[in-house]
Structures are given as structure tokens and as C-alpha cells.
């Protein structure tokens, strides 16, 4: 038999942030430039028009406007802002 206690439970203890990932802002919503609209993992969904790429992939707004979703051919999934004045 063991004389001192396994390691078991204190070697587990460790667990990550969750990465909050998803849609920020919905179609037809208002939207100020910086914004981010959405935070992905890879380009699932592509920038258009007034929309920018991060460095982490999340796509914000670069003017302010409507967001709209749509896709550029039969699968590319992009969103546009359609800039108010």
C-alpha cells in the first residue's frame, strides 16, 4: 500500500477561459465603425464592404452603418455595412 496520498486530484485542477466566440451584432442591426461584429476561429464568414479583419480573424465595422449578411458566389459567406451619411 501507498504511504502518501496519490496526485491525482491536484494535478487536474486546471481549466481555460471560455473564448466567447460568435455573432456580436444581428442582420439589419446599427452599427458604429470599431465595432466588432463577430469573433471567429479561421474565415468562416469573409469581410466586405466597410468591414476589416483582425489578427484573431474577428471581423469589426470600419464606418458606421447597417450590417448585412450575404454570400459572394454559391458559398463564400461575407458581411457588408451599408454606411448611413
Known amino acids: 500500500m501507498a504511504h502518501k496520498k496519490g496526485q491525482g486530484s491536484s494535478r487536474n485542477g486546471r481549466d481555460s477561459n471560455p473564448s466567447y ?4 451584432v444581428a442582420d439589419g442591426q446599427e452599427i458604429h465603425a470599431g465595432t ?9 464568414i469573409h469581410p466586405g464592404l ?3 479583419r483582425a489578427n484573431d480573424d474577428s471581423l469589426f465595422a470600419t464606418a458606421n ?7 459572394k458566389g454559391r458559398n463564400r459567406k461575407i458581411v457588408t455595412i451599408l454606411a448611413s451619411n
Not at 466566440?21 to 456580436?24: A, F, N, T
Open 50 to 52: 466597410n468591414v476589416k
Open 21 to 24: 466566440l460568435g455573432l456580436k
Open 65 to 71: 452603418g447597417i450590417v448585412k449578411f450575404g454570400r
Open 36 to 44: 466588432i461584429i463577430l469573433k471567429q476561429r479561421g474565415t468562416k
